[in-house]
């Protein structure tokens, strides 16, 4: 069974400063990945998806990896803002329908003015 | 620019109350889901639907039914309430080519 790991569960960093998080999973044959926002009180919001045959996706400041061997993804923020404060989820499709997919417990990101 | 759209956004339950957590989405996706959040729990699929007509049980389906009502819509239904299914409900549903997931704003259900 698929498990997914984000280490650290809390992160505190100050303005402008670029960092990583990082997404960990069990089993390496996957169908893609995902990351999400989720603001307090608020849905997820899709943030990048990487399918299984791509290395890296970028989003404006935002850049995610996925080393499928060593079932690692990282996801970079560069330059970050108050405003990036929020928990940050990654999702693993293993394949198999909704049930192949399995949920890291987010890393809770704030960002010091 | 809708996506997926839940109702109603909270709700106060008696324990034994029955309601229905409705959802839509205007993507024209196949696949919907419904999970819940708790703290400490992460996101836990209750029901899926791959498309319009069939239903399959997630990984905490019990106390739960669900209606694939047409394409758009998928409905998950408490038909008596209990304090343990107190949590945030998402509906969620997703890109067929892609497999990305698109959630809606979630629903806080408390059971007293």
């Known amino acids: 069974k698929q498990e997914v790991t984000q280490i650290p569960a809390a992160l505190s960093v100050p303005e402008g400063e670029n960092l990583v998080l990082n997404c960990s999973f069990t089993d390496s044959a996957i169908y893609n990945l995902q990351w999400f926002r989720q603001d307090p009180g608020k849905g997820l919001t899709s943030l990048l998806l990487i399918q299984s045959s791509q290395r890296e996706q970028t989003s404006g400041r935002l850049n995610a990896s996925l080393d499928k061997s060593s079932g690692r993804s990282t996801l970079y923020i560069a330059a970050s803002q108050p405003g990036d404060s929020a928990t940050y989820l990654c999702?693993?499709?293993?394949?198999?329908?909704?049930?192949?997919?399995?949920f890291g417990k987010g890393t809770h990101l704030i960002i010091q003015p | 620019n809708a996506g997926v759209t839940q109702t109603p956004k909270f709700q106060v339950l008696k324990t034994g109350q029955s309601m229905t957590l409705q959802c839509a989405q205007d993507m024209n996706h196949n696949s919907m889901y419904w999970y819940r959040q708790d703290p400490g729990m992460g996101l836990r699929l209750i029901y899926y639907s791959a498309s319009e007509g069939t239903t399959d049980k997630g990984e905490v389906p019990n106390g739960y039914n669900v209606s694939r009502l047409n394409k758009r819509e998928f409905s998950l239904r408490l038909e008596s309430a209990a304090p343990s299914q107190t949590s945030v409900y998402f509906c969620?549903?997703?890109?067929?080519?892609?497999?990305?997931?698109?959630f809606g704003e979630g629903s806080r259900l408390t059971v007293l």
């Open positions: 969620a549903s997703s890109a067929d080519n892609t497999g990305e997931l698109f």
């Open positions: 999702a693993v499709h293993s394949g198999g329908g909704a049930d192949g997919l399995t």
